[in-house]
């Protein structure tokens, strides 16, 4: 595939049906996940954004709708945590493999836990970064979920 990353060849390797979107990534834009959906003519909530956090002192993957925020307080509660808090975008890169704007959830270098936002399941199919900025993917929630060993909890503040 042309437009092989580590994410794009996670996916083959597990089987999973998705397909690529492309588009024109602005790095001074504030919100990627929004700009991402607005470029791509989508809505926001099917438009998934991957953040790096940690649980105590566990890094661990959140993916939620562009156009919601993380509840920290639930998130540390998913994960058997007293504290949680987002990584510096420094330490995300180094643990993902992936350069902030570009961070997959797939393929990424540490294997951690993954959060999914229960509301992400809703769609026919959800569009997250492919590992490149400015690359999507486009796949069914419940292949995401299902590839990632994801648990499925409330998520947003």
């Known amino acids: ?54 649980a105590d002192r566990e890094p661990v993957c959140v993916v ?21 808090d987002m990584l510096p975008p420094a330490e995300a890169e180094r643990i993902t493999g992936y350069h902030v704007g570009g961070i997959s959830p797939f393929g990424q270098k540490k294997r951690v836990r993954v959060f999914v936002e229960q509301t992400a399941l809703e769609h026919p199919t959800v569009v997250l970064n492919g590992g490149r900025r400015g690359l999507q993917v486009e796949m069914k929630p419940a292949d995401l979920v299902g590839a990632l060993g994801a648990t499925v909890v409330p998520l947003t503040a």
């Open 1 to 54: 595939m042309a437009k092989g990353t580590p994410a794009t060849q996670a996916l083959e390797k597990a089987g999973i049906a998705f397909s690529l979107r492309e588009y024109d990534y602005d790095p001074d834009a504030p919100r990627i996940g929004l700009q991402a959906a607005e470029a791509l003519g989508l809505d926001p909530a099917r438009v998934l954004k991957t953040l790096m956090a940690r």
């Open 64 to 84: 939620l709708p562009s156009d919601h925020e993380v509840s920290l307080k639930k998130l540390a509660a998913a994960a058997g945590a007293k504290h949680a």
